[in-house]
């Protein structure tokens, strides 16, 4: 866990002096939208994602696509009946055109688990070689899974035995595939990697996990459904398969038209405002059923103290979490979850009564160590977090003002302004930093405290 070397100006978290009413539309979903990305890249015919995520994440998986060869063309359509618009739903769409993967590539992947993990067996399909690198978080954060799986398979890979980023991938323009067992307790995205890739592989792929707990299974289950959509077979253990095995058969992959959801993960701070003011807030375009890990957050929030409901309208369902101002603690095993558990915490520490969260110790290897951070930055407030060896406890404790440190991290950044909610004189480090996934966050931040929505 280290901060930046350059410190950002500090930005005053806004102080909620009253409760919450507003509308926030929350920008597409990262993880689909990169996942929809590597998997149009590797289609037989061309395809769309529309309104996608436009953030440091999504734009460094394009960047990389187009490095080795794919055609993203970017457009807006205002209306979707607009004379000459592009058929679907109005809002930026991106075109994807396949193309014969190539090298020599050179790839920044910045901190973006998706881009570092699920792009080097998209690398093996290139002629040519494919460097990897990026921030220099990333380079402590683990690949070995993923390298050591692609070598079984059949795969060239110089990381001089780091098994960690910069890497090189020396592309063959094509790979075996075929039965693999990797570990990969310390990210779902491991798994994911080698199932995005699995149908272009000359016998797809077989991967059997063979370690602990599968942490954020929600988001293998969003890999599968997507491959399926893109007309991939796939066999999973939710569907009668073996446990821990998931086979992707070979095959062509479909162009497909698709739209990205609104990023559930992201709208945790917009709900969290509604239950730590007492508060209201809306979220249009809310699917009713989503493969999200987001969509706990309904089900959280509520134990918490809060309420929700769907309205169709005339756009789509949307969901209104409404807040009582009274939040109750929680004991939770958050290991499908892991991502929301920032915001829950930083919820937490508001609470009426102690909270327990479990099941999340890979998060000491997201974005930055987030179990150490967030008991460091709440003490330093005033608060009382303990770091348990899978998770947090956290005892409420009437909390003052101070900086809030981020690491480059977005998710603390998010949960340093929800407790900026209610306590005064909150200043978080480097806000910039949520530009990872969530664009124009302080704007929508205060928006939203205005009553206007985003």
Not at 149 to 168: C, E, H, M, V
Not at 189 to 208: H, I, K, T, Y
Not at 322 to 351: C, F, K, M, N, Q
Request: proline share 7%; hydrophobic share 40%; with cysteine.
């Amino acid at each position: 866990m280290t901060e930046s070397s350059v410190q950002p100006a500090l930005w005053p978290a806004p102080y909620a002096n009253g409760a919450v009413e507003a509308t926030v539309t929350v920008p597409g979903s990262k993880s689909v939208t990169n996942r929809g990305l590597v998997l149009a890249a590797l289609a037989a015919e061309p395809g769309w994602l529309r309104r996608p995520l436009r953030s440091r994440d999504t734009l460094l998986m394009a960047d990389a696509l187009r490095a080795m060869g794919v055609g993203i063309e970017e457009t807006v359509s205002s209306s979707s009946s607009a004379a000459g618009a592009i058929p679907g739903p109005s809002g930026e769409a991106w075109r994807v055109i396949p193309s014969g993967l190539h090298g020599p590539a050179s790839v920044d992947v910045g901190n973006a688990g998706t881009v570092m993990r699920f792009l080097p067996p998209v690398a093996t399909l290139a002629d040519g070689a494919v460097r990897f690198d990026g921030d220099p978080r990333s380079h402590q954060r683990p690949l070995h899974s993923v390298i050591d799986a692609l070598r079984a398979l059949g795969a060239r890979i110089d990381d001089d035995g780091r098994g960690s980023l910069p890497l090189t991938v020396h592309g063959g323009g094509a790979l075996e595939g075929g039965a693999v067992e990797i570990d990969a307790s310390a990210s779902s995205q491991f798994v994911s990697a080698l199932l995005l890739s699995g149908a272009r592989f000359n016998q797809g792929v077989e991967v059997r996990h063979v370690g602990s707990v599968l942490p954020s299974l929600p988001h293998i289950r969003m890999t599968v459904d997507m491959l399926r959509g893109a007309g991939a077979q796939v066999d999973e253990p939710e569907t009668g398969g073996e446990p821990n095995v998931w086979r992707v058969s070979a095959g062509a992959l479909l162009g497909r038209d698709l739209t990205v959801e609104p990023d559930l993960s992201n709208a945790q701070p917009f709900l969290a405002a509604a239950l730590v003011t007492g508060g209201r807030v809306t979220v249009p375009d809310w699917p009713e059923r989503t493969t999200q890990p987001g969509d706990a957050l309904r089900e959280i929030f509520t134990e918490m103290g809060g309420s929700c409901e769907f309205a169709e309208t005339a756009e789509g369902t949307s969901l209104t979490f409404t807040g009582t101002g009274r939040i109750h603690g929680v004991e939770l095993d958050l290991s499908e979850v892991g991502e929301l558990t920032p915001g829950i915490a930083a919820v937490a520490a508001l609470a009426d009564s102690p909270s327990t969260l479990r099941g999340v110790a890979h998060l000491r290897l997201h974005e930055t160590d987030r179990l150490a951070a967030l008991t460091k930055e709440i003490n330093e407030l005033g608060g009382d977090v303990t770091e348990t060896a899978d998770g947090l406890h956290i005892r409420p404790r009437p909390l003052h003002g101070g900086v809030f440190h981020t690491y480059d991290d977005h998710r603390m950044a998010t949960a340093g302004s929800i407790i900026g909610l209610a306590v005064e004189g909150v200043e978080i480090e480097n806000v910039g930093t949520t530009a990872k996934t969530l664009p124009d966050f302080p704007r929508m931040w205060t928006d939203m405290l205005a009553g206007a929505g985003a």
